[in-house]
């Protein structure tokens, strides 16, 4: 008999031997049972699940990680010449001049400053900007500035009067003896300015090209009973018709004191005998028509030169005339030659009306032109003369919205 036969025997005789079991337990009870064992199952599976991941994602993570230490136990060789040519740069760095450091640092400032720069650049650029019309607003102010100074070169009597001094009047001429130029200074009030008329040296010939001739041989001798200036003369000196010229346009001197006339005598008293004046006794001061142009001097300063015209000249040919170069000297026309008239005679009122295309600003170019014009309508016996047709409302020191009064001195100094 087999043995697996015997143990079946065995069995079954244990199984008979076995207590009897009844089980009172219902469907319903079973069936909670096992719902119960099917949860609990499902539960511990979903929470062996839960730890799993983690477990993976370490298990990953350190495979990752094992890869990438066996990468760089390959490239040690390549670290570590790396690292020692790095230090190797360190020690030749070291062991250079400390000058040569000086100049690396400089050039990476340098470089630092002008990526700055370059970020920076519209701000620099509206910098400049303001600079350029903060300079041109003190251009301006510079300009106008001089222009409303003595530098203009003319003064009325309204303006001498406001001021605590004398001024006095030499008259000189350029070399071609074709201008007169009348030189004005100033003295303390205090001082007569009469007595200067003999001491014209002091202020006479300090311009080297001009003539310096005119007050030779002749002396202010005193008052006569009508109060007028007695000037001596040494006729012999004055027989030519150039030099009886320059003996009335020294006289001119006592004319910008205020005086209508002077007295005249030869050295013995007697009343003066000239070639072409003929004899003279008393010379009475008298509008002689003329137009003013600017001198240029050797200095580069620019005087207003005197040049007489014939009795028959109008104001507007005198006025057009201003406007023409000069054959010969450093004579410079006041006026642009675009530039027209139209005059209105009112007395002693001119009134000019200018027409140009020409655009007028405020600067000195203007300014000679209008002064040019106030100073040879003098000569034709205006006092006052009115701009009209012109924009701005004022040029240097003179208002045109008035009418603008002829200067008495000529040439300020």
Same mark, same amino acid.
């Given at each position: 008999?087999?043995?697996?036969?015997?143990?079946?025997?065995?069995?079954?005789?244990?199984?008979?031997?076995?207590?009897?079991?009844?089980?009172?337990?219902?469907?319903?009870?079973?069936?909670?049972?096992?719902?119960?064992?099917?949860?609990?199952?499902?539960?511990?599976?979903?929470?062996?699940?839960?730890?799993?991941?983690?477990?993976?994602?370490?298990?990953?993570?350190?495979?990752?990680?094992?890869?990438?230490?066996?990468?760089?136990?390959?490239?040690?060789?390549?670290?570590?010449?790396?690292?020692?040519?790095?230090?190797?740069?360190?020690?030749?760095?070291?062991?250079?001049?400390?000058?040569?450091?000086?100049?690396?640092?400089?050039?990476?400032?340098?470089?630092?400053?002008?990526?700055?720069?370059?970020?920076?650049?519209?701000?620099?650029?509206?910098? +400049?900007? !303001?600079?350029?019309?903060? $300079? @041109?607003?003190?251009?301006? =102010?510079?300009? &106008?500035?001089? /222009?409303?100074?003595?530098?203009?070169?003319?003064?009325?009597?309204?303006?001498?009067?406001?001021?605590?001094?004398?001024?006095?009047?030499?008259?000189?001429?350029?070399?071609?003896?074709?201008?007169?130029?009348?030189?004005?200074?100033?003295?303390?009030?205090?001082?007569?300015?009469?007595?200067?008329?003999?001491?014209?040296?002091?202020?006479?010939?300090?311009?080297?090209?001009?003539?310096?001739?005119?007050?030779?041989?002749?002396?202010?001798?005193?008052?006569?009973? +009508?109060? !007028?200036?007695?000037?001596? $003369? @040494?006729?012999?000196?004055? =027989?030519?018709? &150039?030099?009886? /010229?320059?003996?009335?346009?020294?006289?001119?001197?006592?004319?910008?004191?205020?005086?209508?006339?002077?007295?005249?005598?030869?050295?013995?008293?007697?009343?003066?005998?000239?070639?072409?004046?003929?004899?003279?006794?008393?010379?009475?001061?008298?509008?002689?028509?003329?137009?003013?142009?600017?001198?240029?001097?050797?200095?580069?300063?620019?005087?207003?030169?005197?040049?007489?015209?014939?009795?028959?000249?109008?104001?507007?040919?005198?006025?057009?005339?201003?406007?023409?170069? !000069?054959?010969?000297?450093?004579? @410079?026309?006041?006026?642009?030659?675009?530039?027209?008239?139209?005059?209105?005679?009112?007395?002693?009122?001119?009134?000019?009306?200018?027409?140009?295309?020409?655009?007028?600003?405020?600067?000195?170019?203007?300014?000679?032109?209008?002064?040019?014009?106030?100073?040879?309508?003098?000569?034709?016996?205006?006092?006052?003369?009115?701009?009209?047709?012109?924009?701005?409302?004022?040029?240097?020191?003179?208002?045109?919205?008035?009418?603008?009064?002829?200067?008495?001195?000529?040439?300020?100094?």
């Amino acid at each position: 008999m087999s043995k697996h036969h015997n143990d079946d025997d065995s069995i079954k005789k244990l199984l008979s031997e076995m207590p009897q079991i009844k089980d009172d337990r219902s469907f319903e009870e079973y069936y909670e049972q096992i719902s119960k064992e099917i949860n609990k199952n499902f539960i511990q599976t979903k929470n062996k699940k839960g730890w799993l991941l983690p477990i993976l994602t370490s298990a990953a993570a350190l495979f990752l990680f094992v890869i990438i230490g066996l990468q760089f136990i390959n490239s040690d060789e390549t670290t570590d010449g790396v690292f020692q040519l790095s230090e190797d740069n360190e020690n030749e760095t070291e062991d250079k001049p400390t000058d040569q450091g000086d100049e690396d640092m400089e050039m990476a400032e340098s470089n630092h400053i002008d990526d700055g720069d370059e970020e920076s650049s519209p701000n620099i650029e509206e910098s +400049e900007v !303001e600079e350029e019309v903060e $300079v @041109e607003k003190e251009s301006e =102010q510079d300009e &106008a500035n001089t /222009m409303n100074s003595l530098d203009t070169r003319v003064l009325t009597e309204d303006q001498a009067n406001e001021q605590d001094t004398n001024y006095i009047t030499y008259t000189e001429s350029e070399p071609e003896s074709q201008f007169f130029i009348p030189l004005t200074y100033m003295l303390p009030s205090e001082e007569d300015p009469h007595v200067f008329f003999n001491e014209s040296e002091q202020f006479v010939g300090q311009i080297d090209e001009f003539n310096q001739q005119f007050y030779q041989n002749m002396t202010f001798v005193g008052m006569n009973h +009508e109060s !007028e200036p007695v000037i001596q $003369v @040494e006729e012999d000196n004055f =027989q030519g018709a &150039a030099t009886e /010229m320059y003996l009335f346009e020294a006289l001119s001197f006592f004319e910008t004191l205020g005086y209508e006339s002077v007295e005249l005598q030869d050295q013995e008293g007697e009343s003066l005998d000239l070639p072409h004046a003929g004899s003279i006794e008393e010379y009475t001061f008298k509008e002689q028509k003329a137009l003013y142009k600017l001198y240029q001097s050797n200095t580069g300063d620019s005087y207003w030169g005197k040049k007489y015209l014939e009795q028959n000249t109008t104001i507007i040919d005198a006025l057009n005339e201003l406007k023409n170069e !000069e054959e010969f000297g450093p004579i @410079e026309p006041p006026i642009p030659g675009d530039i027209n008239f139209e005059i209105i005679e009112q007395g002693e009122l001119l009134e000019v009306i200018l027409e140009s295309e020409l655009e007028l600003g405020n600067n000195l170019s203007t300014q000679r032109m209008i002064e040019s014009i106030l100073l040879t309508a003098k000569t034709f016996g205006f006092r006052e003369v009115q701009f009209l047709n012109i924009e701005m409302d004022s040029v240097g020191p003179y208002d045109l919205t008035n009418p603008i009064e002829v200067p008495k001195y000529i040439n300020v100094r």
